[in-house]
């Protein structure tokens, strides 16, 4: 695992770990678990390699039917 570098701290050493992650794309809210991510040993902000990243992608753009649906609530920090 070489050149990736954290883009949060810089740090250059990293772990590999399983992460859950949301994406909000277009207005749609999609939850994404068991993704394979580099967390950084320094900040613990976690990393995507752009092949793991295109996979996801493709993966929510398909008709792959979800594990499961959950609700979510929304709220505005203003409010
Ligand atoms: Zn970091």
Redesign the pocket.
Known sequence: MDEMI?Y????ESFENDFINKVFNINGKVYSVENIPALI?T????PLLLPETAEKIRVLLNSNTKPIRKITAKVYDYAV
């Open positions: 954290c949060n701290c810089g740090n950084c320094h900040c613990q902000e």
